[in-house]
């Protein structure tokens, strides 16, 4: 953490959500927003959390703060009150690894999430990012990073939905990007308009890549969320299927590869 973070005396607020009136909301841009983006703040650790807390009031956030995992999957997945649009998350929290809290809220919330640690190690991130993580930061990091990556994240959630983010919460089973309509719950697809058939897996697949447009997911997580299976003889399987998807969709660039990493559905 810096020492402009570490210096700031920890005056704490459980769960509150306040405003900073020093300086106008500002975008990655520096374009004024509507309205200030809501950020939870998850960090066991009071002294650090009233540092950046403070911190990301100055620039125009609205900060709520939880402490634990419990807290933290509450705040998060709330049928009452606004969402977070991001999620800054701990990994070292007391009661719960923070690996879990991030599988727990990604299963009922669609908010970036930035998970921020001091564990360094390849593997650490490598899961967080398959467990459904946007970005992973190792402390200590710079305050001034930190905002550029969670705009980073949220900007690509406003691309992808053709403009900025709304408070209300968008249908969780209707995706879409392009021409491209996906219904999780009815399980069906249009393309411009016109249905799509698809296999089982063809479908599953669609659906994982347009819940997070323009985000690559690796072969690793792909296989594993789709097939329940290893990297292992799998490889060709789903080569398969992405050749076969864009074949059915009919838009061959919709479905990105990055090359000896992944795919993803093209943003905007």
């Known amino acids: 953490m810096t020492a402009e973070l570490m210096d700031t005396a920890p005056d704490l607020y459980r769960f509150d959500t306040v405003r900073s009136h020093m300086l106008e909301p500002v975008d990655d841009m520096g374009l004024p927003h509507n309205a200030p983006m809501r950020l939870l703040l998850v960090e066991d650790d009071d002294r650090v959390l009233a540092a950046l807390r403070d911190g990301l009031l100055r620039h ?81 990091y710079n305050l001034a990073e930190l905002i550029a990556r969670i705009h980073a994240v949220t900007r690509r959630g406003r691309t992808a939905a053709g403009g900025p983010a709304t408070p209300a919460r968008p249908a969780p089973h209707l995706l879409g990007v392009g021409p491209l309509r996906v219904d999780t719950a009815g399980r069906t697809v249009q393309v411009s308009g016109y249905p799509v058939a698809l296999a089982r897996k063809e479908f599953d697949l669609l659906a994982l890549l347009a819940r997070r447009p323009g985000v690559v997911f690796r072969r690793e997580q792909i296989l594993s969320e789709i097939w329940n299976s290893a990297w292992d003889g799998t490889g060709r399987t789903l080569e398969v299927h992405i050749a076969s998807l864009r074949g059915k969709l009919g838009v061959p660039d919709l479905i990105e590869t990055v090359r000896g990493v992944g795919y993803r559905l093209r943003g905007g």
Do not use: W
């Open 60 to 140: 125009g956030f609205l900060v709520s703060c939880a402490r634990t995992g419990a807290e933290a999957v509450a705040l998060a997945t709330a049928p009452a009150g606004p969402a977070p649009e991001a999620i800054l998350l701990d990994l070292g929290l007391p009661d719960q690894d923070g690996f879990k809290v991030c599988e727990q809220i990604r299963r009922h919330c669609d908010a970036p999430i930035i998970m921020a640690t001091a564990r360094a190690d390849v593997r650490s991130r490598v899961h967080g990012l398959n467990l459904g993580a946007d970005d992973y930061v190792v402390k200590p």
